[in-house]
């Protein structure tokens, strides 16, 4: 089992920055890959970034590339998730999830273990 907590969620104006971290704890030698989805009230969980666990690779959804920042550091088992240029349309619930083995990578049914997710909102 792997445990997620996510912090760093908050209220910002248009423009503005938030940084959220996902620390994760428990079995995380299995960890392959950890990603970030987001949940607007009404709508669908959504892909937003993807970093390998053990490479270099990081992946983004166009709604949010070149202004979103994927980051991890393996000695705190935690990812990072820097939004930059904030807009309304990137409010949600923001969460952290798991792969423990190569998959779909956007798709949220192929994650293992998500956190309790943390709210962004961005008032225009």
């Known amino acids: 089992q792997v445990q997620l907590v996510e912090s760093g969620g908050g209220s910002v104006q248009a423009g503005g920055s938030l940084r959220l971290s996902c620390a994760a704890s428990?079995?995380?030698?299995?960890?392959?890959?950890m990603g970030w989805f987001r949940q607007a009230p009404g709508k669908e969980r959504e892909f937003v970034a993807v970093?390998?666990?053990?490479?270099?690779?990081?992946y983004y959804s166009d709604s949010v590339k070149g202004r979103f920042t994927i980051s991890r550091d393996n000695a705190k088992n935690t990812v990072y998730l820097q939004m930059n240029r904030l807009k309304p349309e990137d409010t949600a619930v923001y969460y952290c999830a798991v792969l423990v083995r190569v998959g779909a990578f956007e798709v949220p049914d192929e994650y293992d273990y998500w956190g309790q997710g943390t709210q962004v909102t961005v008032s225009s």
């Open positions: 970093i390998s666990w053990s490479g270099p690779s990081t």
């Open positions: 428990g079995r995380t030698s299995s960890i392959y890959a």
